[in-house]
T-cell receptor, first 117, second 109 residues
């Protein structure tokens, strides 16, 4: 099992503030992901990374940015928070499957619940 | 892109009942996972099952890749099984996971 950590777990912040959501994993996984999810609804991929210095936008348009300077760290930044950013943000990483060569199994962190007032 | 549909969207069970959740996908996949999201929002891996059948306690899963569906079986359900169940797939040539719409399960004591 992978160990994935997200901080903060809960954040209430005012409109216009800059925030960074932290995500770290200790298993050396090369692939990492950020998802946005409204309560009980489906997950939407907003950013992903295949490795250091590699980042891509996901399928859901997002005003956030990410960086991947170290394998274990994949922070997400909102330059100017708005009420429409209120949601849960989930970080994940994936590893190589020995059983199904070339296929990857994904593990999730506990999430950050963001409320922008 | 690939479509992933789950059924039923909502399910209410009495404790002890059995249930089957279904995940249909519109294209061939390299990977399929089932997750349980608990009331605190944490996503827990249940099965990694691109094909075949696996069992873990009261839960089992079957994926028939050639017919583009997967089934999750819950037997003797417990209140702690409540939450949302998601399937997620990865298509050939990509490492992006596409999630289904989820099945919201509530088990009553």
């Amino acid at each position: 099992e992978a160990d994935i950590y997200q901080t903060p777990r809960y954040l209430v912040i005012g409109t216009g503030k800059k925030i960074t959501l932290e995500c770290s994993q200790t298993m050396g996984h090369d692939k990492m992901y950020w998802y946005q999810q409204d309560p009980g609804m489906e997950l939407h991929l907003i950013h992903y990374s295949y490795g250091v210095n590699s980042t891509e936008k996901g399928d859901l348009s997002s005003e956030s940015t990410v960086s991947r300077i170290r394998t274990e760290h994949f922070p997400l930044t909102l330059e100017s928070a708005r009420p429409s950013h209120t949601s849960q943000y989930l970080c994940a990483s994936s590893e190589y499957s020995r059983q199904f060569r070339g296929v990857y199994e994904q593990y999730f962190g506990p999430g950050t619940r963001l409320t922008v007032t | 892109g690939i479509q992933v549909e789950q059924s039923p969207p909502d399910l209410i069970l009495q404790e002890g009942a059995n249930s089957t959740l279904r995940c249909n996908f519109s294209d061939s996949v390299n990977n399929l996972q089932w997750f349980h999201q608990n009331p605190w929002g944490q996503l827990i891996n249940l099965f990694y099952i691109p094909s075949g059948t696996k069992q873990n306690g009261r839960l089992s899963a079957t994926t028939v890749a050639t017919e583009r569906y997967s089934l999750l079986y819950i037997s003797s359900s417990q209140t702690t099984d409540s939450g949302v169940y998601f399937c997620a797939v990865v298509t050939s040539g990509t490492y992006k996971y596409i999630f289904g719409t989820g099945t919201r399960l509530k088990v009553l004591a």
